[in-house]
């Protein structure tokens, strides 16, 4: 088990912001923490890490209490707020880690080699862009090699070139063996790093109805769509259109016995689809105004 979160409460004065978050993460991976502004992630993230003390529930991270002083050595945690320091340089900042966490100065040079920071090391971050204060923390996150990297909104304020670097980093961490948990609302960044997302909706997480379309979708572009249609759902295949061609979620249907039914109704197929749903559209199934069933639990 590298990371268990059971049954989490939070609210701040009236407002109760997380109701009962549970989830364990068995598999080194990436995972992506999604939901609308406000829903909850850096409080969530920062009960995770210990910052920040739940009103219930408990948090374990490799088999050990959240509270436990020896998981430092095992996790980093980059917040989206983190305060540096203007008038000392990038290399201060690792430094100063590296001496709590009593790191070589091969391994400093290392990290930032590898987050692409060793040509501004030496200057003061005063004079630093959006960007490279956004490398220096990630930097900083990484240089202790954690297991479990916990990451709150790292792509804010980074380039085309910037996020591409620091998504080739994330990939290269997982191969490695390295956890990551991000919080993120770049959907598209999202579905080059992972397909596993957690959606955080109303201070629950949202159990998606995989069954339903196990993230794939097929689509047939058709002759006659409407006939295809009424053929089909008559054969108790569930489809529906959409922009003039046939949708259908389910991974339970043989395609062969779509292909017959259309071929006995002598419809002709010009195209079929098979499609992975995009986490932007897993969103939009989410978070449209129809209600959800909340999770009482998830294990990815
Ligand atoms: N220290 C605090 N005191 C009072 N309310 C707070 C505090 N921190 C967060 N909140 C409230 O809790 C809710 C969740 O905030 P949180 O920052 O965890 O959400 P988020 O999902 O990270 O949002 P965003 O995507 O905008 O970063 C919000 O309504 C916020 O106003």
Do not use: C, W
């Not at 004079?127 to 490279?132: K, T």
């Not at 063996?177 to 957690?198: C, F, K, P, Y």
């Not at 998606?208 to 979708?217: C, H, K, P, T």
């Not at 009424?230 to 991974?251: F, H, K, N, S, T």
């Amino acid at each position: 088990m590298i990371l268990s979160v059971n049954n989490i409460y939070k609210s701040y004065g009236k407002e109760q912001v997380l109701k009962g978050i549970t989830f364990e993460i068995n598999q080194p991976q990436i995972i992506a923490l999604v939901g609308p502004n406000g829903s909850g992630k850096s409080t969530l993230l920062n009960i995770i890490t210990n910052l920040l003390p739940a009103d219930k529930g408990e948090v374990k991270i490799l088999g050990k209490s959240n509270r436990d002083p020896n998981i430092f050595r095992e996790i980093a945690f980059m917040q989206d707020n983190t305060v540096l320091y203007d008038y000392l340089t990038g290399y201060d900042h690792l430094q100063f880690i590296g001496n709590i966490q009593g790191l070589s100065k091969k391994q400093l040079l290392d990290s930032a080699e590898r987050i692409g920071i060793t040509g501004y090391l030496n200057k003061k971050v005063k004079n630093y862009s959006l960007g490279m204060k956004q490398h220096l923390l990630l930097a900083m996150a990484v240089v202790n090699r954690p297991k479990l990297l916990i990451l709150d909104e790292p792509l804010n304020g980074l380039d085309p070139t910037s996020a591409i670097r620091v998504r080739d980093l994330l990939l290269a961490l997982r191969e490695e063996g390295t956890t990551i948990l991000l919080s993120s609302h770049n959907l598209a960044e999202i579905d080059r790093v992972t397909s596993t997302i957690l959606f955080l909706k109303k201070g629950s997480l949202i159990q998606e109805d995989v069954s339903q379309f196990e993230r794939i979708r097929y689509q047939f572009k058709v002759d006659d769509v409407v006939k295809a249609e009424r053929a089909l759902i008559a054969a108790g295949i569930p489809v529906e259109i959409v922009d003039d061609q046939l949708r259908m979620y389910r991974q339970d249907v043989s395609i062969d016995l779509i292909l017959q039914t259309l071929e006995q109704e002598k419809i002709t197929i010009d195209d079929i689809e098979k499609k992975v749903l995009g986490s932007e559209e897993r969103y939009r199934k989410i978070f449209a105004d129809t209600p959800q069933q909340s999770t009482k639990s998830i294990k990815v």
